[in-house]
């Protein structure tokens, strides 16, 4: 965002529009000019929404925006294309209310890791903000399975979590700087997460994947026509499965 993408670029959401889908919004619940994403969402070409411009009250807890918030207005964006039109819906967002640090004052930890040489209130406070997250997808969920028309939501995470040194070495039983596969593949590794309202073509989605394939791993999952730069995409994944940033 802060290096490259300085003119309209190719992406998902460009790809989809120029077929026909409405909704395309690119929302996240923090302010606009953060890591320049006023000016790299449109030419993604999303439709911008932020903290300043949410359409529905973003909620707070530790003084990030709420995931069930978020999800509010995504559930806004998508009743208003709606009333516009019956065209394929699709939305980009983010979530926030889980980001570091984890030893903020006014939140009370509900969950406690348990079997650790010792306590880390970090990895409390993470762990419980986890279980307020699972509620709100709960939510979501429940909304979204009311829709009629196929729906797919594609949950991702960017990272793991920050927290202390001290807890991933025991978790990983060894140096966090080992260099080795093993050791740098697992710090590196997140899941994602698929919910449809239909039966999706599973053995098409890889079972390890990098980020650079993910709109590749979705088109296909619903079975969509590809791009040619899209089929290249999914050429490359046989013979990279994964692509590293570190």
Request: net charge negative; glycine share 6%.
């Amino acid at each position: 965002f802060m290096l490259y993408v300085k003119h309209p670029v190719s992406s998902l959401a460009s790809v989809l529009k120029n077929r026909g889908y409405t909704g395309i919004e690119g929302f996240h619940p923090n302010r606009a000019n953060s890591y320049n994403r006023n000016v790299v969402y449109p030419l993604l070409g999303l439709e911008p929404y932020f903290k300043e411009t949410a359409p529905v009250e973003l909620l707070t807890l530790r003084n990030l925006a709420t995931d069930a918030s978020v999800y509010r207005n995504l559930l806004f964006f998508y009743e208003k294309a709606r009333e516009e039109s019956k065209a394929p819906f699709f939305f980009y967002t983010m979530t926030i209310q889980n980001h570091s640090e984890y030893n903020k004052p006014g939140f009370d930890s509900i969950v406690r890791a348990t079997g650790l040489r010792k306590s880390y209130g970090e990895v409390d406070q993470f762990l419980s903000l986890c279980k307020v997250s699972d509620e709100a997808l709960e939510e979501l969920v429940l909304s979204v399975s009311a829709f009629e028309e196929p729906t797919v939501l594609l949950f991702m995470g960017d990272h793991q979590p920050k927290l202390p040194e001290g807890f991933y070495q025991e978790i990983q039983k060894g140096n966090v700087y080992d260099t080795g596969f093993e050791k740098t593949y697992w710090k590196y590794n997140v899941n994602c997460y698929i919910w449809a309202n239909f039966d999706l073509q599973e053995e098409s989605f890889p079972s390890m994947t990098s980020m650079n394939y993910m709109q590749v791993n979705l088109l296909r999952l619903i079975g969509a026509t590809l791009t040619p730069f899209q089929e290249y995409l999914c050429d490359l994944q046989q013979k990279v499965p994964v692509f590293g940033q570190y």
